[in-house]
């Protein structure tokens, strides 16, 4: 195992955050607005809940993923590039769902979505119990982001 360094963590946890500040940037502003207008399917949070949690989402995740990156348990490698794969398609759910207003293609990423980040979160914990556990919300917060998506879908045709 690579030695713990604080410095890598932050890394870590800061280019995680740095995605979610590039979907929204790529999405155009607007969200509080735009949200108010839609339709919410029921137990749609305020907007207001979005920002603090996927900001305490992204530090779970960048935390889990520098646990797996300092492991030297086998399959590491394929961890790694699954976490990397739904870190992309989480990029993109953003500018389709806000940016485009394409729900069905928002409901297909977050279909996406919840099958990688699945996988992501099997491998972890196949790797570290404590990146496992620190990914599972994130595993329920996109299942519960699946079924909002599909719920705005329907309601807002």
Not at 5 to 14: P, V
Not at 23 to 30: C, D, K
Not at 105 to 128: E, H
């Amino acid at each position: 195992m690579k030695k713990f360094k604080i410095i890598d963590l932050l890394i870590f946890i800061i280019a995680t955050e740095l995605v979610g500040a590039l979907s929204a940037l790529f999405s155009g502003g607007g969200f509080a607005e735009y949200y108010n207008t839609l339709v919410k399917p029921p137990i749609a949070p305020p907007g207001g809940v979005f920002p603090i949690a996927w900001a305490i989402l992204y530090a779970l995740m960048g935390t889990a993923c520098y646990l797996v990156y300092i492991s030297d348990r086998e399959k590491k490698h394929l961890a790694l590039k699954l976490y990397l794969l739904q870190l992309f398609v989480n990029f993109l759910w953003s500018p389709v769902f806000f940016g485009t207003k394409n729900f069905t293609a928002a409901a297909v990423i977050a279909v996406i979505l919840l099958i990688t980040v699945s996988a992501a979160n099997f491998f972890f914990f196949k790797i570290s119990d404590t990146a496992g556990a620190l990914f599972l919300p994130y595993l329920l917060w996109s299942a519960y982001a699946l079924y909002l998506t599909i719920g705005f879908l329907v309601l807002n045709r």
